[in-house]
């Protein structure tokens, strides 16, 4: 059976990640690969649930990471995993490296407890942790990232945040990737729609043909 493929996709908020999931989706469904989009947090009916408390209430920066991996665990347990199993293409808009990067790098809270708590939801029988095959980072200077979302939606308690604070979230996933340099690839989100989508095509495609799929 075809195996199961687990690509994230991170950014900023702004950074217009989401934007280009449907187009890496229609890419695998024109090879014939079921694919599941899916997002964090959320992705189930108790990990949204989970989701609106998290981007609406204010709270401890422990209880937001705990919710986070709460949700995260649920996302896993009845999504992610058995979509695998059945060896379908998982596109996940946000995984793990958003709360290293959101409550670690912005909010600053305690590098290691969150390790430890992603070696505790993500463990797998094997002793490994569930990681994506592939992370596509939109990497975006915050102030553009700014003007992009002046004229959005209502902003969420994250969206409303200052500059210095998605400064500290970039520096966040640049840790990641230092980190995990072998499943991040880095986008520059600053380019034109067509450009990014061209870079994220290749990437994705590149990707694929060192053997992953």
Same mark, same amino acid.
């Given at each position: 059976? @075809?195996?199961?493929?687990?690509?994230?996709?991170?950014?900023?908020?702004?950074?217009?990640?989401?934007?280009?999931?449907?187009?890496?989706? +229609?890419?695998? &469904?024109? *090879?014939?690969?079921?694919?599941?989009?899916?997002?964090?947090?959320?992705g189930t009916p108790?990990?949204?649930?989970?989701?609106?408390?998290?981007?609406?209430?204010?709270?401890? #920066?422990? @209880?937001? *990471?705990?919710?986070?991996?709460?949700?995260?665990?649920?996302?896993?347990? &009845?999504?992610?995993?058995?979509?695998?199993?059945?060896?379908?293409?998982? %596109?996940?808009?946000?995984?793990? $490296?958003? @709360?290293?990067?959101?409550?670690?790098?912005?909010?600053?809270?305690?590098w290691q407890v969150?390790? &430890? %708590?992603?070696?505790?939801?993500?463990? %797998?029988?094997?002793?490994?942790?569930?990681?994506? $095959?592939? @992370?596509?980072?939109?990497d975006l200077d915050?102030?553009?990232?700014?003007?992009?979302? #002046?004229?959005?939606?209502?902003?969420?308690?994250?969206?409303?945040?200052?500059?210095?604070?998605?400064?500290?979230?970039?520096?966040?996933?640049?840790?990641?990737?230092?980190?995990?340099?072998?499943?991040?690839?880095?986008? $520059?989100? *600053?380019?034109?729609?067509?450009?990014?989508?061209?870079?994220?095509?290749?990437?994705?495609?590149?990707? %694929?043909? &060192?053997? +992953? +799929?």
């Open positions: 059976m @075809t195996h199961g493929i687990f690509i994230s996709f991170e950014g900023i908020d702004g950074a217009g990640k989401s934007t280009h999931i449907a187009r890496v989706a +229609a890419l695998f &469904q024109a *090879a014939g690969r079921a694919v599941v989009l899916t997002r964090e947090p959320g108790l990990s949204e649930q989970l989701r609106a408390l998290v981007l609406h209430e204010p709270m401890d #920066a422990l @209880t937001e *990471a705990l919710l986070m991996f709460a949700a995260r665990r649920e996302h896993l347990v &009845q999504v992610i995993e058995p979509a695998l199993a059945r060896g379908d293409v998982v %596109l996940c808009d946000r995984f793990t $490296d958003a @709360t290293f990067a959101y409550q670690g790098g912005g909010r600053g809270f305690d969150l390790v &430890q %708590l992603e070696r505790m939801v993500q463990a %797998l029988p094997n002793g490994r942790l569930r990681q994506p $095959d592939l @992370t596509v980072w939109f915050p102030r553009i990232a700014a003007e992009r979302l #002046a004229c959005a939606r209502v902003p969420d308690k994250f969206e409303s945040q200052p500059a210095e604070f998605f400064a500290a979230v970039r520096a966040g996933y640049a840790r990641r990737h230092v980190e995990m340099p072998d499943r991040f690839a880095r986008i $520059d989100a *600053a380019q034109s729609l067509d450009a990014v989508g061209a870079d994220v095509a290749r990437v994705v495609g590149t990707w %694929l043909q &060192q053997g +992953a +799929a």
